[in-house]
């Protein structure tokens, strides 16, 4: 065993006692000691100790030597040796971490780091879990940078063992810092300094960069700075902080600290680069490029080197070394990080200087995806989408631009960009665009419009149509180009060129040809180099049908350039429009043999067009028409490779389909070729033809319409030719007719309309002469028809166009046409004899329609004349009426009668066998009020044997009740007396009307209705007794009058009528109208008939009814007189003429009615029995006594 004092290492001499001491201080060499261990075969431990002593006294080649020597001569009998077997290996694999961490050659810290590999895996086998083992191992992944994870399970296994273990502590800070896990970083450093707050600085440093907030981040600094001033981390931090407030005393003291860092430490790789960063902004860039170059050889780290190029890079470029800035900038991208993107934006910038757009925005996407929002980055690549060919790129680039107006609205350039990429997709937009960079130069920059932004302008107001708004902006680009011309000749010379020939092109699109063609001149005239000028010049004379002139100006541009292939094209066209296909094939076959032009999309088109022409040629060959097939639709395809958004393409492609027959798909492509665009006429003519070729001729004629109204502003000849065809074979002959005489209006010298239009009126004459039905005018005019089709035909075949349609079927159809005419005289003879037929018929159907009509109006005329005549008659009977009811109108004073004193019968017949009408016994002036009845229910065609038993019933109930009752006077009696007494003596006429009763058909007999007053013109006197004339009492016309009981009571003055006055009152439908037992038919006064006196003579004059059955007779039966008794009830009711008037009239003519023509008392019939007068009398008392 070997012992140990302080300062001194005992080496124990093999076989013997004694040792071998040794002074750590004054070692020897150490191949001397390794001899000595060797020899000795000393334990294991005192190997660790000398070597380890010489690592400290900095000798480590000593060290390392014992270190690798001691597993074949140290003496590992021992307890404990297998810890030291462990540490051995861990310690000299910790001393190969360190080397290769330094090492800068690749190879070097390789082959380190495989043997600090294989010394881990040795001390694996023997002690695996041993904290100090896993906590180099964890260091060694650490530091190797891919074996993060392995690290961090490592050090999470020595935590669980001792969680305060400041080692595995900061290892785990270390990963969360790298992992951008700051707060979880922050937390480790706390617990391993409050575990040891005597850590060293290193611990502060890292707390300070973990610190989200800059103060707190500034304290942890300044404390690492006084625990360690020389720490280069803690200087360096506080440095940035100082610089990034960017006020001037911050940055002078910032760059005081990197001076101070850089005078601790020149080396450091970190403190360079800061360094070189502020020489940049000092525009010194000398300094710039020693410094970042130190830096850069100075470290390994990637992401120091990837800064140090960086700084290197934008020196170069700064100074216009672009070659050494490429060089540097692609350097620094190769080492940078994902989150370093500076490098990649200066690295775009040198692939724009080289026009390498495609690299340029690869660099600038990198930017804009780790910076979203990135003003200049969205500008730039706005700017270089812009220019791709690239539909999806320029939508890229119009949504960048627009992200950069939005955040900043002044951006004058990035809205001439966006109205730029506008100009191909939404020129409205585009001029919008324009509109508010022009308003920004004015307002806001306070400078002038460029002449460029004018110019184009004006190109797009060109577009949509606005020729004026252009003009005026073409006009002012050139007043703007001559201005600036001062500054600049050459630039603004060729801006002027521009706007004159857009302005030539407004003249000719004005059809000032004239101007025009003076502009195209006098630009020639100073660039006769001008290609598209001969160009447009010989447009303008191919408009004007000069072909040939057009033809040498097209050559005036070969001449100049000898392969521009618009010129070539132009010629091309030439040669198909006059139908020169195979010179027209090799004009466009040379454009596509060039180089440059080999897939020019206009020539390959127009190729395919030639050959799929030749198809439209008659020929019999079928080898030929397939190879020709073949072709056109080969360069079709070709056109559609190149281009995958051609709809000329895919339209002529649709074409070739429905010539091989397949009808069906090459409607499918005509169809989706139309939702495409709307504008391309060749489409809508082709689903037409699809449409006739699949019997849809409805649709095809719309379609063929649709197409003229849209894209034809006249006729075209071709167009209606189709439309006559589809008109044709839907079998409208006559629209076909008009339509191909349109076409004729069009060019009247067109032999092949003339044809079609004989075909059509062959046809159209065919089909009238066929037809049994037509008449003479059709049949006449087809026949004429017929000989203009023949004239026609026979003029075709002999001055026809051979190209066109066959000779000799013209002659054919001639000659059908004329014996069609041999035998239309048979047709027009029946047609002419058919004519007469329906002309005989019309006639004879006139004729019976003209009688029918006048017997009409004969008939009209006959009940117009009996209407008249009935109406004359009326009136005149009227007149007769009133003329002979004059005096009957009259009543005379009657003999007031005394009542009798005792209660006797009141229907008795007075002794002298007269019958009286009391029209006021309804009325008592007893208490001077009158009592109103209650009206009865009328009853229509009650019978005659009702109204005697009602009659018998009423006399049985007034012997019951034992007397009159009596009624109290009306309140206005005096009123209505006084009234009466003023009126003067005389006769009066009653106001009557005629009307016809609801029973005319029964009964056609006059009645007679008089006022409630009519007594009440007696003034107080008696009443009057009328006489009748024998003449009048034996006419068919019985008159009876119908007293109202306002008469009665104007009349009576008051006093109470007799018994005997109450038994001769009569009422007219007291009985009849009430057949049953409970209805008791009595007729009640109300208030308003008590109060017609109080109406004015000429109202109670019109209340007076007069009915037309009276004046033709009454009846002499009982029947008779009962009806118009019932109907006297009804119109005094209806025309609120209530009360008892039309009792005591259906009693008066009951009493007519019976009696005869008796000729007492005031009954209008003349006489009757007495029967019929006892009966008038009980059924007026029976409504008196009705309550």
């Not at 007719?737 to 062959?762: F, G, Q, S």
């Amino acid at each position: 065993m070997a012992g140990t004092a302080r300062g001194t290492v005992e080496i124990p001499l093999r076989d013997t006692d004694e040792v071998i001491e040794l002074d750590l201080d004054q070692l020897p060499e150490g191949d001397e000691v390794l001899s000595i261990l060797k020899q000795e075969n000393a334990p294991l431990n005192i190997w660790l100790t000398l070597g380890l002593e010489y690592y400290k006294q900095n000798k480590v080649d000593d060290f390392v030597k014992i270190f690798g020597s001691w597993q074949t001569d140290a003496h590992l009998n021992y307890q404990g040796n297998e810890k030291d077997q462990m540490t051995a290996l861990d310690t000299l694999a910790a001393y190969y971490v360190q080397q290769a961490r330094k090492e800068k050659n690749k190879d070097a810290k390789k082959e380190l780091f495989t043997q600090a590999t294989l010394l881990y895996t040795m001390a694996d086998k023997i002690i695996m879990y041993d904290q100090n083992h896993l906590l180099g191992r964890a260091c060694f992944c650490l530091l190797e940078g891919d074996k993060m994870d392995q690290a961090d399970a490592q050090f999470n296994f020595v935590l669980n063992q001792s969680p305060n273990n400041i080692p595995a502590l900061l290892g785990k800070a270390c990963i969360s810092f790298n992992k951008k896990d700051y707060r979880g970083a922050l937390a480790y450093y706390k617990k391993a300094l409050r575990t040891n707050p005597g850590c060293p600085a290193a611990v502060r440093l890292g707390m300070g960069h973990c610190f989200n907030k800059q103060d707190k981040a500034r304290l942890a600094f300044q404390r690492a700075l006084e625990l360690d001033p020389t720490c280069i981390g803690a200087i360096v931090g506080l440095a940035i902080l100082e610089l990034n407030s960017k006020a001037a005393d911050a940055i002078r003291i910032g760059v005081q600290l990197l001076s101070r860092a850089y005078t601790i430490d020149s080396g450091n790789p970190m403190v360079l680069n800061h360094l070189a960063n502020h020489f940049f902004f000092k525009k010194d860039y000398t300094k710039v490029q020693h410094l970042a170059l130190h830096a850069f050889h100075g470290t390994e780290n990637e992401a120091i080197q990837a800064e140090s190029c960086y700084q290197l890079a934008r020196a170069f470029h700064v100074q216009g070394d672009f070659d050494q800035a490429f060089q540097y900038y692609y350097q620094a991208t190769q080492f940078a990080s994902v989150a370093f993107v500076l490098p990649h934006f200066g690295l775009g910038q040198m692939y724009i200087q080289r026009g390498d757009a495609d690299n340029a925005s690869q660099c600038f996407e990198k930017v804009l995806k780790s910076q979203p929002g990135n003003y200049e980055t969205m500008k730039i690549l706005g700017s270089l989408y812009a220019t791709s060919k690239d539909d999806s790129k320029r939508d890229i680039a119009k949504s960048h631009l627009q992200k950069v107006v939005e955040q900043f609205p002044d951006d004058v350039e990035a809205w001439i960009e966006l109205a730029q990429i506008l100009e191909i997709t939404d020129v409205q937009a585009a001029l919008s665009a324009y509109g508010t960079a022009t308003r920004i130069l004015k307002e806001k920059v306070q400078a002038d419009v460029p002449p460029e932004i004018l110019n184009n302008v004006g190109a797009l107001h060109y577009r949509l149509g606005n020729l004026q708004e252009a003009k005026k902006y073409y006009e002012a680009s050139l007043e703007r180009s001559k201005a600036e011309a001062k500054h600049d000749e050459t630039y603004y010379s060729a801006i002027s060129v521009t706007s004159s020939y857009n302005l030539a092109r407004l003249h000719e699109a004005n059809c000032s040809y004239d101007k025009a063609e003076k502009l195209y001149k006098d630009v020639l005239r100073e660039h006769p180099n001008y290609v598209d000028c001969y160009l447009r010049l010989g447009c303008m004379a191919r408009d004007r049908g000069q072909i040939y002139e057009a033809s040498d100006w097209f050559k005036e541009a070969l001449q100049i350039n000898q392969d521009h292939p618009d010129a070539w094209s132009l010629i091309g066209n030439l040669h198909l429009a006059k139908q020169e296909w195979g010179p027209g094939q090799k004009k466009f076959e040379r454009i596509l043999k060039q180089p440059t032009t080999k897939d020019d999309t206009y020539s390959l088109l127009a190729l395919g067009n030639v050959w799929l022409q030749t198809l439209y040629q008659p020929t019999r060959d079928k080898e030929k028409e397939k190879r020709h097939q073949d072709r056109a639709l080969a360069m079709y395809k070709q056109v559609l490779r190149n281009d995958g958004r051609n709809l000329y393409a895919a339209n002529g492609i649709g074409a070739i389909m429905a010539m091989k027959g397949y009808i069906r798909e090459a409607r499918d492509v005509f169809s989706q070729v139309r939702e495409a665009t709307a504008d391309m006429k060749d489409v809508w003519l082709n689903l037409a033809h699809i449409y006739v070729e699949q019997r849809q001729y409805i649709s095809a004629i719309q379609m063929y319409e649709n197409c003229i109204k849209k894209f034809f502003k006249h006729h075209s000849t071709e167009v209606l030719t189709y439309l006559a065809r589809a008109y044709f074979k839907a079998g409208k002959l006559r629209e076909c007719r008009h339509t191909l005489l349109k076409a004729r209006r069009v060019a009247p010298n067109d032999t092949l309309i003339l044809y079609n239009i004989a075909v059509v009126l062959e046809r159209i004459a065919m089909a009238v002469l066929k037809d049994e039905k037509s008449n003479l005018k059709t049949v006449s005019g087809a026949v004429a028809e017929l000989g203009t089709a023949q004239r026609y035909f026979h003029y075709l075949s002999k001055s026809g166009d051979r190209m066109r349609f066959d000779l000799q079927q013209a002659a054919l159809e001639a000659r059908q046409c004329s014996d069609l005419l041999s035998q239309a005289q048979y047709h027009l003879q029946r047609a002419r004899r058919q004519d007469e037929e329906d002309r005989l018929i019309r006639q004879k159907h006139e004729q019976e329609r003209q009688a029918l009509k006048q017997k009409h109006l004969q008939e009209q005329i006959a009940k117009r004349e009996e209407v008249e005549q009935r109406s004359k008659a009326l009136m005149e009977k009227r007149a007769q009426f009133i003329e002979k009811t004059k005096n009957l109108l009259i009543v005379p004073d009657m003999p007031e009668e005394k009542p009798r004193s005792g209660g006797g019968k009141r229907g008795r017949r007075p002794k002298t066998g007269e019958i009286l009408s009391d029209s006021g016994s309804e009325m008592e002036e007893e208490g001077g009020e009158k009592k109103p009845k209650k009206k009865r229910k009328k009853r229509r065609g009650s019978m005659s044997g009702d109204e005697d038993d009602q009659g018998q019933r009423s006399k049985k109930r007034r012997q019951r009740e034992g007397g009159p009752r009596k009624r109290k006077g009306d309140a206005g009696s005096k009123r209505r007396q006084k009234m009466v007494a003023e009126e003067p003596a005389g006769k009066f006429k009653s106001k009557a009307f005629l009307s016809s009763s609801e029973s005319d058909s029964d009964d056609d007999k006059l009645k007679i209705a008089e006022d409630e007053d009519a007594s009440a013109r007696s003034s107080g006197s008696d009443k009057e007794e009328r006489t009748e004339e024998p003449s009048k009492q034996q006419s068919r016309s019985r008159i009876r009058k119908i007293l109202s009981d306002s008469d009665s009571d104007s009349g009576s003055g008051g006093d109470s009528p007799s018994p005997q006055k109450r038994a001769k009152r009569q009422l007219s439908d007291s009985d009849s109208d009430a057949p049953a037992p409970k209805q008791r038919g009595r007729r009640q006064i109300s208030d308003s008939d008590s109060d017609a006196g109080e109406q004015s003579p000429k109202q109670q004059r019109s209340r007076r009814k007069i009915s037309d059955s009276e004046s033709e007779g009454g009846s002499p039966n009982r029947q008779s007189g009962q009806e118009s008794g019932n109907e006297d009830e009804h119109r005094s009711e209806a025309g609120s003429e209530a009360g008892s008037g039309g009792g005591s009239a259906k009693g008066s003519e009951r009493e007519a009615s019976e009696a005869g023509s008796d000729g007492g008392g005031h009954s209008d019939g003349g006489g009757g029995n007495e029967s019929g007068q006892e009966s008038g009398n009980e059924r007026g008392s029976e409504a008196e006594d009705s309550d």
